[in-house]
């Protein structure tokens, strides 16, 4: 069973549209995260939520936004995507602070 | 967290160490060193961290040195699959303390 699994893996779409990324854990963590690593390849962290509180925004644009219905999930859901936003999404999790466990990324282009 | 610096890139030849270090000459007293590795289009793999001994598990081993302002992940037996970037990381303990990605280093192992 995937540790860290995410839904998408490759989505493509056109300017201006909204979508969504989901994420789930089952290894009973109760931290996860959302990265975003660009064409340049730098990962950035973007959101953590512990508990399903957010503790971690990174000044992340409020055309995305986070949702943790339960300890194990985590959706990302971009609104108005612009041309920027093309990049790899990555969720991870861990307990507290411990080490990271990550997904397989999500590819997103927006044209 | 402490910034890391890191050569970009580094080649080791099949079957041998690989040796990759890491200075983190801001470390403060309670923030551990982490390696996690980027194999391409997958997610992050956490390897190894430590405080202030050195570590060994299954896949690396860490040394740190007595003034922890740098260390070195050695792969004992370098294989092509062990091709990647590979990230030091230093890290505290505050409960969802995100981690914070440099550029890492570009190794590549050659048969």
């Known amino acids: 069973d995937t540790a860290v699994s995410q839904t998408p893996k490759y989505l493509v779409t056109q300017m201006g549209n909204d979508k969504s990324i989901k994420c789930e854990q089952n290894l009973g963590h109760d931290t996860m995260y959302w990265y975003k690593q660009d064409s340049k390849k730098f990962l950035k962290i973007m959101f953590s939520?512990?508990?399903?509180?957010?503790?971690i925004n990174e000044t992340v644009p409020n055309r995305f936004s986070p949702k943790s219905p339960d300890k194990a999930h985590l959706n990302l859901h971009i609104n108005s995507l612009e041309l920027g936003d093309s990049a790899v999404y990555f969720c991870a999790s861990s307990l507290s602070t411990g080490e990271l466990f990550f997904g397989e990324g999500s590819r997103l282009t927006v044209l | 967290d402490a910034k890391t610096t890191q050569p970009p890139s580094m080649d080791c030849a099949e079957g041998r160490a690989a040796n990759l270090p890491c200075n983190h000459s801001t470390i403060s007293g309670n923030e551990y060193v982490y390696w996690y590795r980027q194999i391409h289009s997958q997610g992050p793999q956490y390897i190894i961290h430590?405080?202030?001994n050195n570590e060994t598990n299954e896949m690396a081993s860490l040394i740190i040195t007595e003034d922890r302002k740098s260390s070195t992940l050695i792969l004992p037996h370098a294989t092509l699959r062990d091709t990647a970037v590979y990230y030091c990381?230093?890290?505290?303990?505050?409960?969802?303390?995100?981690?914070?990605f440099g550029g890492g280093t570009r190794l590549m192992v050659k048969p």
């Open positions: 939520y512990n508990n399903k509180e957010l503790i």
């Open positions: 990381i230093v890290r505290g303990t505050i409960a969802g303390n995100m981690l914070t």
């Open positions: 430590g405080l202030k």
